[in-house]
């Protein structure tokens, strides 16, 4: 089980950045998807959320009409694109599978961890 997650970077505020998520198909062919993220000091949140198809997604309030949260299960990717990027979007990015169809937004429902991608946003 192996979850891969890339995109991160540095931007300026307003800017924009997509990460993906690679996911070995085992883990994701049938499984909810999120991404997560944890600023320094700063207890890991929920992001966003897409269930096992596609067809329905979910939102922390902090980042809805910004990101953007997709999957395509051809190719076993997940993506979070983000647009205007604040400084308090600054974090270490994580994605994240769970066994069961759609987890939603709590971190104990996922069951797989890939590493973190940095996306610092000055402003």
């Known amino acids: 089980v192996q979850l891969q997650a890339s995109g991160g970077g540095s931007v300026q505020a307003g800017g924009s950045l997509r990460l993906s998520c690679a996911a070995s198909?085992?883990?994701?062919?049938?499984?909810?998807m999120a991404w997560f993220r944890q600023a320094p000091g700063e207890e890991r949140e929920f992001v966003a959320g897409?269930?096992?198809?596609?067809?329905?997604?979910t939102y922390a309030d902090s980042v809805k009409g910004r990101f953007t949260i997709s999957r395509d299960r051809t190719k076993n990717m997940v993506y979070l694109q983000m647009n205007s990027l604040g400084p308090e979007d600054t974090a270490v990015y994580l994605c994240?599978?769970?066994?069961?169809?759609?987890?939603?937004?709590?971190?104990?429902?996922?069951?797989?961890w890939g590493q973190g991608t940095l996306v610092t946003v000055s402003s």
């Open positions: 994240a599978a769970a066994r069961s169809a759609f987890a939603g937004s709590s971190r104990w429902a996922y069951n797989y």
């Open positions: 198909r085992r883990t994701t062919s049938n499984n909810g």
């Open positions: 897409v269930n096992w198809n596609g067809s329905t997604t």
